[in-house]
């Protein structure tokens, strides 16, 4: 006899984000049912080290938490992303002043070095609201996979092999985009004057 297993689907996320309004612990356990492994993902990228990617992801879901409300995000999984991405950095930073950590962040920023020229400020630089509207200008210039190729490769610290596998590519094919898209992106911002 055979049993049928009734699934739940993940609920939406306005559904979710009214969870976090009526200050019903459950936003959390639905958050993680439904962007863990991507939180996951953003850290371990980041850090290359699971215990810390574990830390991390806990650490989101308690910003998320002190965050709504008041704050109502108009894109749920962005704004999730957006904290995961921060909360890793931070402690990127904290354990690079102590040791060296292996890192795809550091593979990535290297990778955009041509076009910023204070190594030790680059994820300051990257923050600069100036340079953010140049790049969001920039973005829309690009394919849709163009632009999935610059997002996950430089704002999710997603390995070149990782971004291939996804798009049914080769990990050749996609280098070859990321050269393509850099140089692009150094002569958009050496014409829009952008100082970094």
Same mark, same amino acid.
């Not at 070095?113 to 609201?129: A, M, P, Q, Y």
């Not at 999935?148 to 070859?176: C, D, H, L, N, W």
């Given at each position: ?21 009526? /200050?019903?612990? #459950?936003?959390? @356990? $639905? ?5 863990? &492994? *991507?939180? =996951? ?55 690079? /002043?102590?040791? #060296?950590?292996? @890192? $795809? ?5 290297? &990778? *955009?070095? =041509? ?82």
């Amino acid at each position: 006899m055979q049993i049928a297993m009734e699934t739940r689907a993940s609920l939406s996320d306005e559904e979710i984000i009214e969870l976090y309004f009526q /200050r019903n612990e #459950s936003a959390i @356990s $639905e958050t993680d049912k439904k962007y863990g &492994e *991507l939180v =996951f993902r953003i850290a371990y990228n980041i850090l290359n080290d699971k215990s810390d990617s574990e830390e991390c992801q806990n650490d989101t879901y308690l910003d998320v938490w002190k965050a709504i409300p008041p704050t109502r995000p108009r894109v749920f999984g962005a704004f999730i992303a957006k904290i995961a991405r921060r909360i890793s950095i931070d402690l990127y930073r904290h354990k690079a /002043r102590k040791r #060296s950590v292996p @890192s $795809e962040l550091v593979s990535s920023i290297d &990778e *955009l070095e =041509f076009c910023l020229t204070d190594r030790e400020n680059v994820l300051e630089s990257i923050e600069i609201k100036e340079l953010a509207r140049a790049l969001n200008t920039f973005l829309k210039t690009l394919s849709q996979k163009q632009q999935y190729i610059f997002i996950s490769r430089f704002y999710f610290s997603y390995s070149v092999e990782q971004i291939a596998r996804e798009m049914g590519s080769t990990p050749s094919s996609v280098y070859k985009a990321l050269e393509k898209i850099k140089r692009a992106l150094g002569e958009y911002l050496k014409k829009k004057g952008v100082d970094v």
